[in-house]
């Protein structure tokens, strides 16, 4: 087996919801072969007739709703419209046809006892606290946020919300007070659900201080639950989680139109506050039943595990197999403790079919030198998936050596922005290590050059050219839309310009390069510079800084901060420390950059804003002639200076393997 080859080939397509959803499309007279083992032809109609398969989406999984639509798209990006008329609610379909006994929600921590809902437990809690929250006067369209650990009081908060009409926000809380109200804010809520803090790699990470201070961020408050996770005591002000889930309700989940708020999810950027996302009811209800139940493949009879946190799109994407029957486990601790398999011994215990991490973690367990098929009975495990970040091809090779030849690795790629994929696997498609198989269903996805020409076997920048339902609906608080406009279309007028560099192969693969813009991706959650900029150039010593996320070959994310300090400052260890602290306390641990390198100084465009795409290119190996117009650079020798630094650390790692080598 080689990288270069086929890794898997898809599976009988009679045993796949793809397959199924084919040959149905094709007895209904979609313009596909009957036996419904043509994935491009089934693309290709999934992208001309979007009135046909958003509508066969919504039949094949007999999606609950009320109304009638006058049409199932009308108007073009970004004002497209889906289904006006229907009404529905997220949750309906949650609950819909569940066996009572059956699991749905496992709860998993470092130091205390699975956590076990059954869909009818899970049921009562959902009722009992969406009755709570009626009584708190929230409404259809108010605002509930969660400042949470990945828990099932979590989920339960999140499904409670949506069932009302209410809209839902949320994040982790290694996340500062600072950076959550950055966000929460915005939104102005009225009830926040939290957790005392939370256990990571053996340790208490007591929480409650830095709740205090985030309720005292948010005026707006009606009411504050607090989850006890670590029993670590209570907040001043805040009411306990039990009383949440005290009242027996009967479930009554309130029909919302088809584009009605479901959640805010949060993108950073590199200027200004990071800007909330506003997704639909009913958008997210059929991108997530197509890409969860068709691409993904999973049903009732599966268990779904993603290492991530409440933070990252992946939170509210796996929660969304709940729609499909499949039992979703939460993982409240950390991926490599008490030992770097954790993950791998997870699966194993729980029995679960399709394990998600980052590509990070699959390196990490190849460094590690760990046998997770040897070591653990793998057997229910079906598929391990990955995204964040491009997957090398060697991951692949490892993962079938040493995880199972019986297990497919599916990477994806997609965004906060659509709450999905745009790319990724598909059981009618074989897998070829270090490509992503094609396009999704659903997904008009291009390649085009500087002058929006498609191009093939060569970079261009990712754009879709046809709506999906799971598009935002707008940016929260931008009333006329032009941050919205400006994000994805001021590009390429009329197609979504996402902001990855791709590479369509000639049969039909996708090749996925990294950023072409200056958002930083760390471990899959993409964050804003600003947060690290409001942090570090808070110091007096440091007068100004510049950071980065640059992908390098192999598959690494290096994301190094370089500072022009103040005065006659010098970058000791003491100062790094200093700026490591500051980034970790202000933002997230996930901030703190890789490197910390000080500068004369940091260049900028002639109108001053910071020049942190050619940097970033720079980093990646392009010559600074292509990576910046030297006419529109304030001092354009200072990019030299980057170049000069890419060597530099470039020579030091060549000798830190062949030091390798010599000593081994």
């Keep these: 087996m080689t990288s270069?080859?086929?890794?898997?080939?898809?599976?009988?397509?009679?045993?796949?919801?793809?397959?199924?959803?084919?040959?149905?499309?094709?007895?209904?007279?979609?313009?596909?072969?009957?036996?419904?083992?043509d994935y491009h032809a089934l693309w290709r109609w999934s992208v001309d007739d979007l009135a046909g398969f958003w509508s066969a989406v919504r039949d094949f999984y007999r999606v609950p709703t009320a109304g009638t639509a006058a049409a199932v798209v009308t108007g073009s990006m970004p004002q497209a419209r889906w289904f006006d008329g229907t009404r529905l609610n997220y949750v309906e379909s949650v609950f819909r046809d569940r066996p009572p006994e059956g699991a749905a929600l496992i709860g998993v921590g470092e130091d205390a006892e699975d956590r076990v809902l059954s869909w009818a437990e899970l049921a009562e809690q959902v009722a009992a606290v969406a009755a709570t929250l009626r009584a708190e006067g929230v409404t259809r369209g108010d605002r509930v946020v969660g400042y949470l650990p990945d828990v099932v009081e979590a989920v339960v908060a999140f499904l409670a919300c949506a069932g009302i009409g209410a809209i839902w926000s949320s994040c982790g809380q290694d996340y500062s007070p600072d950076a959550a109200a950055s966000r929460f804010a915005q939104l102005r809520p009225t009830v926040l659900v939290t957790a005392d803090g939370y256990r990571f790699a053996g340790r208490d990470r007591d929480r409650r201080e830095e709740v205090a201070r985030l309720v005292a961020q948010l005026p707006t408050l009606r009411a504050v639950y607090l989850v006890p996770r670590l029993g670590s005591g209570p907040v001043e002000g805040c009411l306990p989680w039990s009383a949440a889930v005290a009242p027996r309700a009967e479930p009554a989940w309130e029909r919302v139109p088809f584009d009605h708020p479901l959640w805010v999810l949060f993108s950073s950027g590199t200027t200004g506050t990071p800007k909330g996302i506003v997704h639909g009811h009913g958008g997210v209800l059929l991108e997530h039943l197509k890409s969860i139940g068709l691409h993904v493949d999973l049903g009732p009879t599966d268990r779904f595990a993603w290492y991530t946190t409440p933070s990252w799109m992946v939170w509210n994407y796996r929660n969304s197999a709940l729609l499909l029957g499949t039992t979703v486990v939460c993982y409240d601790g950390s991926a490599t403790s008490p030992s770097p398999d954790r993950l791998w011994a997870l699966a194993a215990r729980l029995g679960i079919t399709f394990l998600g991490a980052s590509p990070g973690y699959l390196a990490?367990?190849?460094?590690?030198?760990?046998?997770?098929?040897?070591?653990?009975?793998?057997?229910?495990?079906?598929?391990?998936g990955s995204s964040g970040a491009p997957l090398p091809a060697g991951a692949y090779d490892w993962a079938a050596d040493h995880v199972g030849k019986h297990v497919e690795v599916q990477s994806s790629s997609g965004g906060t922005d659509v709450v999905s994929a745009f790319a990724g696997g598909a059981p009618l498609l074989p897998v070829v290590p270090g490509e992503l198989s094609g396009p999704c269903l659903g997904v008009a996805l291009d390649a085009w050059d500087a002058d929006g020409r498609p191009v093939r076997g060569e970079t261009g920048e990712l754009v879709v050219t046809r709506p999906m339902p799971s598009m935002p609906l707008h940016f929260w608080d931008d009333h006329d839309g032009s941050r919205y406009r400006e994000t994805y279309f001021s590009t390429y007028p009329g197609a979504w310009r996402h902001g990855d560099w791709i590479t369509i192969t000639d049969h039909g693969s996708v090749l996925v390069s990294g950023r072409s813009d200056s958002t930083l991706n760390r471990h899959g959650v993409r964050i804003g510079s600003a947060e690290i900029y409001h942090a570090v150039e808070a110091l007096p010593t440091v007068a100004e800084a510049l950071v980065v996320g640059a992908e390098q070959s192999g598959g690494e994310y290096w994301m190094p901060l370089f500072v022009r300090l103040a005065g006659d400052a010098t970058l000791t260890e003491d100062l790094a420390e200093e700026i490591r602290s500051a980034i970790r306390e202000k933002a997230s641990p996930r901030h703190v950059p890789d490197d910390i390198v000080a500068v004369d100084a940091v260049p900028h465009t002639i109108t001053g804003k910071k020049l942190e795409v050619p940097v970033k290119r720079i980093l990646q190996g392009v010559e600074v002639a292509r990576a910046a117009d030297p006419g529109a650079?304030?001092?354009?020798?200072?990019?030299e200076r980057f170049a000069r630094y890419r060597t530099e650390r470039s020579e030091r790692a060549g000798r830190v393997r062949e030091h390798h080598v010599r000593t081994t």
């Design 633 to 639: 650079v304030d001092a354009p020798a200072l990019l």
């Design 364 to 384: 990490a367990s190849e460094s590690a030198g760990l046998l997770p098929g040897t070591d653990h009975d793998l057997g229910a495990l079906r598929t391990v």
């Design 4 to 37: 270069a080859g086929v890794h898997a080939e898809p599976g009988p397509v009679e045993d796949s919801a793809m397959g199924a959803f084919a040959r149905w499309c094709a007895g209904r007279g979609a313009p596909v072969p009957a036996d419904g083992t």
